[in-house]
């Protein structure tokens, strides 16, 4: 899903008073294919997700997406060229990292 159209559902959910925040971010996630306890099993494993999803399926701090990086325990991949780089996280990788770490796999 295209960033743009994140941000146009995600303002939407957000002007109906009668959903809460974590709501409109877990409707979000359930449109792209995650669920609350991460990946689900029918996502696709081959995209890139942020390290701010990273985190949240992981449950742990941005941070500490970065140390598992600099670890090897997640593969990234860097985007564009001079000027603005953005850093994605492979799907895959983080699914295998829940599996060793034992933690549940949607």
Known sequence: MMQSTKTAVLAILRTDPSITKEQAN????????RTAAGLAVDA??????TR????????VKPATVTM???NGKIKAFHFGGKGKRAAG?????VKRF???????VA
């Open 44 to 49: 696709p494993t081959d995209r890139a997700l």
């Open 26 to 33: 877990a409707a979000l996630d359930a449109l792209e294919g």
């Open 89 to 93: 996280y492979s799907a895959e990788s």
């Open 68 to 70: 598992y990086v600099r």
């Open 98 to 104: 829940m599996a060793r770490s034992g933690k549940a």
């Open 52 to 59: 701010r999803q990273v985190s949240e399926i992981l449950g």
